[in-house]
């Protein structure tokens, strides 16, 4: 029983407790911060004793993503020659202890290709998790050229990063994008700052960018701004190897995906019985602070019968229940059959023609029985099958289909691993197209996760742990 709450906002909450194998407490609880859930956070005590507890997912994907994908894309031109790029690569490699373990990085460089004929390049050949090698070869690798033209393919290289970002397999899906640059496209290049802002959209990838005020170069920050702001990102300008470090500590904690804010827990735990004055005990549930304060009892105590033998018998019960039903059916099938064989003797005696009745008799294959057509029944359009729990429901499509948990969509599908506004499926001029609307687990359209994408018949659709299957 939830006796009180304290703290007003609450990142973390208990759905339901089990204490059905008491002293063996299972709890569910849904953490739904604007930040990583942090484990070290959460504490479970009783009677200001801390009790050890295991934490495990509650569903196969129902916890976030462990990680994310960081790329730094660092300009290496005349703009950056000299103190600019020391300056730069010391804060990114400072940078890197705000990371976690977890999290996977890799960098771009680029400079201009009317100098070095190059264009963008990366430090590592595929993303790491050991930081300190990432940290040896960005020093080693990035060397600008001296340029008094001070050339720099910005877009371009911004552009060409996303898609290379793109074409990586097996990446966590979230992403940090953090351009380190003087912010001065002086390029050939057609690529423009609005397809860039477009590319990045279309992924859901925003753009975060640290602008280096170089004293001898001219820079004006507007431009990589705007493609922050459109894309969700920020831009912070900055002087020295400090202010860079706090800038790239700033995007590292900004507030991250939604895929990584709400997960489904179990808290796994055995509360101490060794000066249990009673059945019950009170916990406490802390986590950053906030507490919740709860009463768990012992389902067992007064009764004769344990729970766990409640349960077996309860099974031995349904089995015996099962064997009774199939024999009544077995009997009843037998006392059919005799009656079925009796019927036939019956009716071969009383059909045998007399000689009063021969001539009145009519031969069998004269005898002509009409039958209405059955006429199948076909949706008026496309449909989507929805298989859950061993059924499957069929749901005609509209222009605009909602699925989620919460009531207000068109399909409703009370599933734990189905977010409460999931995907939308869209009918116009007879494409079909399915949209992720940000969803805790993905959309997955025959096994590949997508973010939008044109769905033709028989696609295989995943939402969690629900399967769709599009019919026209």
């Given at each position: 029983m939830?006796?009180?709450?304290?703290?007003?906002?609450?990142?973390?909450?208990?759905?339901?407790?089990?204490?059905?194998?008491?002293?063996?407490?299972?709890?569910?609880?849904?953490?739904?911060?604007?930040?990583?859930?942090?484990?070290?956070?959460?504490n479970?005590?009783?009677?200001?004793?801390?009790?050890?507890?295991?934490?495990?997912?509650?569903?196969?994907?129902?916890?976030?993503?462990?990680?994310?994908?960081?790329?730094?894309?660092?300009?290496?031109?005349?703009?950056?020659?000299?103190?600019?790029?020391?300056?730069?690569?010391?804060?990114?490699?400072?940078?890197?202890?705000?990371?976690?373990?977890?999290?996977?990085?890799?960098?771009?460089?680029f400079?201009?290709?009317?100098?070095?004929?190059?264009?963008?390049?990366?430090?590592n050949?595929?993303?790491?998790?050991?930081k300190?090698?990432?940290?040896?070869?960005?020093?080693?690798?990035?060397?600008?050229?001296?340029?008094s033209?001070?050339?720099s393919?910005?877009?371009?290289?911004?552009?060409?990063?996303?898609?290379?970002?793109?074409?990586?397999?097996?990446?966590?899906?979230?992403?940090?994008?953090?351009?380190?640059?003087?912010?001065r496209?002086?390029?050939?290049?057609?690529?423009?700052?609005?397809?860039?802002?477009?590319?990045?959209?279309?992924?859901?990838?925003?753009?975060?960018?640290?602008?280096?005020?170089?004293?001898?170069?001219?820079?004006?920050?507007g431009?990589?701004?705007?493609?922050?702001?459109?894309?969700?990102?920020?831009?912070?300008?900055?002087?020295?190897?400090?202010?860079?470090?706090?800038?790239?500590?700033?995007?590292?904690?900004?507030?991250?995906?939604?895929?990584?804010?709400?997960?489904?827990?179990?808290?796994?735990?055995?509360?101490?019985?060794?000066?249990?004055?009673?059945?019950?005990?009170?916990?406490?549930?802390?986590?950053?602070?906030?507490?919740?304060?709860?009463?768990?009892?012992?389902?067992?105590?007064?009764?004769?019968?344990?729970?766990?033998?409640?349960?077996?018998?309860?099974?031995?019960?349904?089995?015996?229940?099962?064997?009774?039903?199939?024999?009544?059916?077995?009997?009843?099938?037998?006392?059919?059959?005799?009656?079925?064989?009796?019927?036939?003797?019956?009716?071969?005696?009383?059909?045998?023609?007399?000689?009063?009745t021969?001539?009145?008799?009519?031969?069998?294959?004269?005898?002509?029985?009409?039958?209405?057509?059955?006429?199948?029944?076909?949706?008026?359009?496309?449909?989507?099958?929805?298989?859950?729990?061993?059924?499957?429901?069929?749901?005609?499509?509209?222009?605009?289909?909602?699925?989620?948990?919460?009531?207000?969509?068109?399909?409703?599908?009370?599933?734990?691993?189905?977010?409460?506004?999931?995907?939308?499926?869209?009918?116009?001029?007879?494409?079909i197209?399915?949209?992720?609307?940000?969803?805790?687990n993905?959309?997955?359209?025959?096994?590949?996760?997508?973010?939008?994408?044109?769905?033709?018949?028989?696609?295989?659709?995943?939402?969690?742990?629900?399967?769709?299957?599009?019919?026209e």
């Amino acid at each position: 029983m939830l006796n009180s709450i304290s703290g007003e906002a609450q990142e973390l909450q208990v759905v339901n407790v089990d204490s059905s194998l008491f002293p063996n407490i299972k709890m569910g609880i849904i953490y739904k911060g604007k930040t990583k859930f942090q484990q070290d956070e959460l504490n479970v005590f009783q009677d200001e004793r801390k009790i050890p507890y295991t934490l495990q997912e509650s569903a196969p994907g129902s916890a976030p993503e462990k990680g994310r994908t960081v790329y730094f894309l660092i300009e290496s031109s005349g703009n950056t020659y000299g103190k600019g790029i020391s300056v730069i690569k010391d804060g990114v490699k400072a940078a890197l202890e705000n990371l976690d373990d977890q999290d996977l990085v890799n960098a771009g460089y680029f400079g201009s290709m009317a100098v070095d004929s190059v264009g963008l390049q990366m430090v590592n050949e595929k993303f790491t998790e050991n930081k300190s090698s990432f940290s040896s070869r960005l020093n080693s690798k990035i060397n600008p050229l001296a340029d008094s033209l001070y050339r720099s393919d910005l877009y371009k290289s911004i552009f060409e990063s996303l898609e290379y970002l793109q074409n990586q397999k097996d990446l966590p899906s979230n992403k940090l994008f953090i351009v380190l640059s003087v912010a001065r496209n002086n390029s050939t290049s057609s690529v423009s700052s609005a397809e860039c802002i477009a590319k990045a959209r279309d992924m859901g990838i925003p753009v975060y960018a640290v602008t280096y005020l170089a004293s001898d170069t001219v820079y004006s920050s507007g431009m990589i701004s705007r493609i922050c702001s459109k894309t969700g990102g920020k831009n912070i300008q900055c002087r020295s190897t400090v202010e860079i470090i706090n800038a790239i500590t700033d995007f590292i904690n900004s507030p991250i995906p939604q895929s990584m804010q709400e997960a489904a827990y179990d808290l796994l735990f055995t509360v101490f019985t060794d000066k249990l004055p009673s059945s019950s005990v009170k916990l406490d549930v802390n986590y950053k602070g906030t507490r919740q304060i709860f009463t768990v009892s012992d389902p067992n105590a007064g009764s004769l019968i344990p729970e766990d033998f409640k349960k077996y018998l309860w099974i031995s019960i349904g089995i015996l229940g099962a064997i009774v039903i199939i024999m009544l059916l077995v009997n009843a099938a037998g006392k059919k059959g005799k009656a079925s064989s009796t019927e036939e003797i019956e009716e071969d005696v009383s059909t045998s023609p007399t000689k009063e009745t021969a001539a009145k008799t009519v031969p069998l294959e004269k005898v002509q029985v009409q039958t209405a057509p059955v006429i199948p029944v076909k949706p008026s359009g496309p449909v989507v099958l929805v298989s859950l729990g061993g059924r499957t429901n069929t749901y005609p499509l509209g222009n605009e289909t909602k699925i989620g948990r919460l009531e207000t969509n068109d399909i409703v599908i009370n599933e734990q691993t189905v977010t409460k506004n999931h995907a939308i499926i869209r009918i116009d001029k007879g494409k079909i197209e399915i949209e992720d609307l940000g969803s805790t687990n993905g959309t997955f359209v025959n096994g590949e996760r997508i973010r939008r994408l044109e769905l033709k018949h028989g696609d295989r659709i995943k939402l969690g742990q629900v399967e769709l299957t599009l019919k026209e």
